[in-house]
């Protein structure tokens, strides 16, 4: 069965500072791969997606990430973080079984 | 555009009840899947399905009944409810893509918190 490894659970940063957010799986097949992102108070809603091709993909409100197949990563990344950033954030991992399984999550802090 | 709605928001129980959570979908989406998110454990699938009456068990399964009649729907029944099952679910759709694959991206409701007292 695949997993899902978030390497953080809890970031705290300052406001304009760099974000990586690490993201392994356990796969050997092909595999799509998303981020998550929930807000205080609401639901999960796409970051951004991976399915095939360049493997840096870029998704809403300046987040990207690259997919590094020898590596079974999925890092999520952005420049610099915003307080509205403050989230938790879900790396998660789709196969041709149908169901998704996601990591356990990490939660963001940004100071203004 | 409704989406996906989840029903009720938020539910207080007593152990030994059963609850059911609703769940509607607009899009005609072929599979859905109900999760449970706990502090510390992310997301957990307890059951999920590719089409209408057809279902299969996630990585949490026990204690939960699910039904799919109709393809807009899917219901999570909790049949005699525990403390441990004191969480926030959500409901998810995804669009299918022939076959019993979907894309995998997924499309949240708003979550429905359950208290078992």
């Known amino acids: 069965a695949q997993s899902v490894s978030q390497h953080n659970h809890h970031v705290i940063l300052s406001e304009a500072a760099s974000l990586e957010l690490g993201c392994n799986y356990s796969?050997?097949?092909?595999?799509?791969l998303f981020w998550y992102v929930q807000y205080p108070g609401q639901h999960l809603q796409l970051l951004l997606k991976?399915?095939?091709?360049?493997?840096l993909v870029k998704g809403i409100k300046g987040f990207e990430a690259e997919f590094i197949k020898s590596k079974f990563s999925f890092n999520l990344r952005k420049p610099s973080v915003q307080w509205s950033d403050t989230a938790e954030y879900f790396c998660?991992?789709?196969?041709?079984?149908?169901?998704?399984?996601f990591g356990d999550g990490t939660t963001l802090t940004v100071k203004p | 555009d409704a989406g996906i709605t989840q029903s009720p928001r938020y539910k207080i129980t007593e152990t030994g009840r059963q609850v059911t959570l609703m769940c509607h979908q607009t899009?005609?989406?072929?599979?859905m899947f109900w999760y449970r998110q706990d502090l510390g454990h992310g997301l957990r699938l307890i059951y999920y399905?590719?089409?209408?009456?057809?279902?299969d068990k996630g990585e949490v399964p026990d204690g939960y009944v699910v039904s799919r009649s109709k393809t807009e729907n899917f219901p999570l029944t909790l049949e005699s409810a525990t403390r441990s099952q004191t969480s926030v679910y959500f409901c998810?759709?995804?669009?299918?893509?022939?076959?019993?694959?979907?894309?995998?991206?997924?499309?949240f409701g708003e979550g429905s918190r359950l208290t078992v007292l």
């Open positions: 998810a759709s995804s669009k299918g893509t022939g076959g019993l694959i979907n894309t995998g991206e997924l499309f």
């Open positions: 796969y050997g097949g092909t595999v799509n």
């Open positions: 991976y399915f095939s091709g360049d493997p």
């Open positions: 998660a991992v789709n196969t041709n079984a149908g169901k998704s399984t």
């Open positions: 899009w005609s989406h072929s599979y």
């Open positions: 399905s590719a089409a209408a009456d057809i279902t």
